[in-house]
């Protein structure tokens, strides 16, 4: 710790988190990116369970790769509505995903 944080007894930290006011509450995603987020986790999760069930969910990782690589598939339907989005638009996209400026 420096000398001059030191001198204080408490420190603030501004954290704005995911948007969650609690646990159980949904995340806050936009509708258009729901199913590439969906399939991104999916993907994930059947890398991290592979060795329980290789056979199984060896067919699920292919499936997902493909909805992730793909051109026609939901990351790149989901990138290419982003980049469509205006100015404003992806502003509002953002304080809706991270609600920027929100302190409880």
Request: hydrophobic letters at 35%; charged letters at 30%; glycine letters at 6%.
């Amino acid at each position: 710790m420096s000398p001059s944080c030191r001198t204080f007894e408490k420190i603030h930290i501004a954290y704005t988190g995911l948007g969650m006011e609690c646990f159980g509450e949904d995340f806050r995603i936009p509708h258009w990116c729901r199913e590439a987020i969906t399939d991104f986790v999916i993907h994930r999760a059947a890398l991290a369970m592979e060795r329980e069930d290789p056979q199984f969910l060896a067919r699920v990782i292919a499936r997902k790769e493909n909805e992730l690589k793909s051109p026609s598939g939901s990351w790149y339907t989901a990138i290419g509505r982003y980049k469509r989005l205006d100015k404003k638009g992806r502003y509002d996209t953002t304080a809706y995903t991270f609600r920027f400026g929100h302190f409880p």
